[in-house]
């Protein structure tokens, strides 16, 4: 039995190996690299020596200046989740539930702004917050303010800048998850009594749990790491820890520390999927896909 | 007895008089076709080298800083000179020349970067101790006679033994401001302080890309000579006050514009071409250099690796009287040229830090002796101090 079993064991292992190679390629040695170029000494600006020596990690663990900024970053991650998740459930429910013969064209309404450069996307913000944009002049002209409201390169922005790159990501996985359960299974708990609030909160939002976090981390994740958002939208103190690594390989021209930086980053963001497996189990990825 | 030649041989040496300006293109690849046709080669080795010739303009790539500086460089220096020489220049825009360091580090080649819009003495004197600077043969630019000779030496210092790159325009970074809420005299009395006054918190902009910028600042806000800095927690200081009255630091000259035009701030160091260039535009936007105020020069840098010949071709193009002034107009920087050998238009004259006598030496430029050496340390300061540290 075991004999005949033993091929069909291997098969996902076989399936998985051109991604493995290609992660283990791409993603593997290039972080290796990233390590080792962290016990680099930097001597000057752009001018870095191989050694094996603590002193770039031990500035990360006693310098405040990067607890503020791992703060900061898991303090913004978590508003951006937490605002995604209550923003995009709405319209994947509406997407999931509609009987509207035209469902692609929601789902299609919902791609639409991967067609459009991210940056450009960040930048036309200024135009509807800034002095002397959309919002203030719509403001101005039904005489509701005197002066411009100042909106623009507060925190705020950023908060809006995040949530409207990532959302769709946060609806797109509530979306699928939702799609996955059994529609006649709300009605069933309404002929037993519950109430439309109650059949939602005790069926169909436990069942779409799995959808839910698989979509929060992917937006902790992907705010966690950015900043391009801080820099475009944010005043000088919207910054992530994603800053600090652009500050240290560009502007201070210090590979080392930015390699540091980055693997400190990378584990800071592999702790929260760690975590992640931990309260959910990763087998609830593949549920928030429908298998 | 004549030698009999190969047409390989003849091919080279018929490209090498097109090169030397013997004939022009037009004939040169004329005389390949006729080749071609009389040999009966069609298909062979003259097509072939026919067919190269055609394509045989070489690319350059140029990084500059965007926004009108690289409209003014396209249209009054590049398209001209690519419809003259059948070159191509592909130009790129950078925040800093830091930016292209650490691509062509991460590359561990310069493939892609031949011409920089750099800026300053200190990162030439970075681009060549990082060993990635050409060395120009100067007789191929002979219009480098009419630059200024102020600014070929401060170069000529760092690398004695030829030039990496050509002066081509100098500025000033003064104080931008908004005469609709500020007026001149109020300006005029405080000077650099007026980027610290309080009553305009939240309505005050700063450049966020070079740490030098913000400690000249620094320096002139509490008093000492910014060629000679001796208190720096002194300067760190006073760019954290700024800091905490800043609504944003600017990282490029388009959103330096961007920011002033629509008023989200109403006063900035700034770059004085890009001020004369919102001043065209018909804002209300006045600029003023405090005393001491930072000069700075910037140049045509040459990166290693890059096609020489072509590359001093452009720069010659670049310099000539016509070019060098029509891109001064577009891009509002004065040019290098010596206003004292080359005649500049009333326009270039009236350009912000235009020095008539060609000398320099009414401007403060960044002594390179005492910046460089704290560039490490506190850049690394500026970094935290801009972030709330």
């Known amino acids: 039995m075991s004999d005949q079993s033993l091929p069909a064991d291997r098969r996902p292992w076989i399936l998985l190996s051109p991604a493995l190679v290609f992660i283990t390629a791409l993603v593997v040695v290039p972080m290796a690299f990233i390590l080792v170029y962290s016990f680099y000494e930097n001597i000057d600006l752009a001018q870095d020596v191989p050694a094996f020596q603590f002193g770039n990690w031990q500035e990360l663990l006693t310098d405040s200046y990067y ?29 999931a539930m509609t009987r509207y013969r035209h469902k692609w064209l929601l789902l299609l309404l919902l791609i639409i702004p991967f067609w459009i450069s991210f940056i450009i996307r960040t930048l036309s913000w200024i135009h509807i917050f800034g002095n002397q ?28 800048g995040f949530i409207h790159v990532f959302l769709p990501y946060m609806i797109l996985n509530i979306y699928v ?33 799995p959808g839910l976090a698989a979509g929060c981390l992917l937006v902790f994740v992907l705010t966690g790491g950015s900043y391009v958002t801080p820099l475009i939208l944010g005043g000088p103190s919207d910054f992530l820890f994603g800053n600090l690594v652009y500050d240290a390989v560009v ?34 990825l593949s549920k928030a896909f429908g298998r | 007895m004549t ?28 005389l390949l076709g006729a080749a071609g046709i009389t040999t009966g080669l069609s298909g062979g080795m003259m097509t072939t080298m026919a067919r190269q010739a055609r394509a045989a303009g070489t690319e350059l790539h140029f990084e500059g800083w965007g926004g009108v500086v690289s409209e003014a460089l396209r249209k009054n220096a590049f398209d001209p000179y690519e419809a003259a020489s059948g070159n191509t220049v592909i ?42 600077h050409s060395t120009l043969n100067e007789a191929n630019i002979p219009n480098m006679s009419n630059v200024m000779t102020a600014m070929t030496d401060a170069f000529r210092k760092i ?20 005469t609709k809420y500020i007026s001149p005299e109020k300006a005029k009395e405080l000077g650099a302080n007026l980027l610290l006054d309080p009553s305009l918190k939240g309505k005050i902009g700063g450049w966020g890309g070079d740490w030098a910028n913000r400690a000249w600042y620094g320096a002139l806000q509490s008093g000492q000579d910014p060629n000679n800095i001796q208190d720096w927690d002194a300067v760190w200081d006073k760019a954290r006050a700024h800091r905490d009255l800043v609504l944003k630091y600017w990282s490029s000259g388009a959103e330096l514009m961007d920011l002033l035009a629509k008023e989200e701030i109403y006063v900035t160091e700034a770059w004085s071409g890009r001020v004369a260039a919102l001043q065209a535009q018909g804002h209300p936007i006045a600029y003023m250099d405090p005393p001491n105020g930072l000069a700075w020069m910037e140049s045509m840098f040459v990166l290693k690796g890059s096609p020489m010949e072509a590359a001093e071709e452009l720069l010659n193009f670049m310099l000539d009287p016509a070019t060098s002034i029509a891109v001064a107009s577009g891009q509002k920087y004065p040019s290098a ?30 002594d390179p002796s005492t910046w460089n050496p704290e560039e490490k340390a506190q850049s690394k300061t500026w970094n935290r101090v801009q972030k709330g540290g």
Not at chain 1, 68 to 94: C, E, F, H, M, Q
Not at chain 1, 257 to 283: C, H, I, W
Not at chain 2, 354 to 363: A, N, R, S
């Open chain 2, 3 to 30: 030698k009999k030649i190969d047409d390989t041989t003849r091919y080279e040496r018929l490209r090498e008089r097109m090169g030397n300006g013997d004939i022009d293109r037009r004939s040169f690849l004329g």
């Open chain 1, 251 to 284: 502007t201070e021209l210090n590979w080392p520390m930015g390699a540091t930086l980055s693997f400190a980053l990378l584990l800071f963001l592999g702790s929260v999927v760690v975590l992640y497996s931990k309260l959910m189990g990763m087998d609830q």
């Open chain 1, 133 to 160: 944009g959309a919002l203030n002049g719509l403001l101005g002209l039904l005489g509701l303010t005197e002066a411009p409201l100042s909106i623009m390169y507060t925190e705020f922005t950023v908060i809006v």
């Open chain 2, 159 to 178: 690398t004695p033994d030829g030039l990496s790159a050509v002066p081509y325009n100098y500025g000033t970074t003064g104080i931008a401001y908004n």
């Open chain 1, 67 to 95: 607890r503020t900024a791992i703060w900061k970053t898991l303090r913004l991650s978590l508003i951006v989740t937490g605002l995604a998740a209550v923003l995009g459930y709405i319209p994947a429910y509406v997407i």
């Open chain 2, 91 to 132: 130009d790129a825009t950078f925040g800093g020349e830091n930016e292209v360091l650490t691509k062509i580090k991460a590359a561990g080649n310069t493939e892609g970067h031949n011409i920089l819009h750099s800026s300053g003495v200190s990162w030439y004197k970075r681009w060549v101790d990082n060993d990635m």
């Open chain 1, 177 to 209: 998850s939702l799609e996955g359960i059994d529609q006649n299974l709300e009605p069933a708990a309404r002929t037993l009594g519950a109430t439309p609030w109650q059949a939602f909160r005790e069926v169909t939002l436990p069942l779409s749990l």
């Open chain 2, 337 to 366: 040229l010596d206003p004292t050998k080359v005649k500049m238009p009333a326009d270039v004259q009236a350009l912000p830090a235009f020095d008539p006598t060609g000398k320099l030496e009414t401007l403060v430029f960044r």
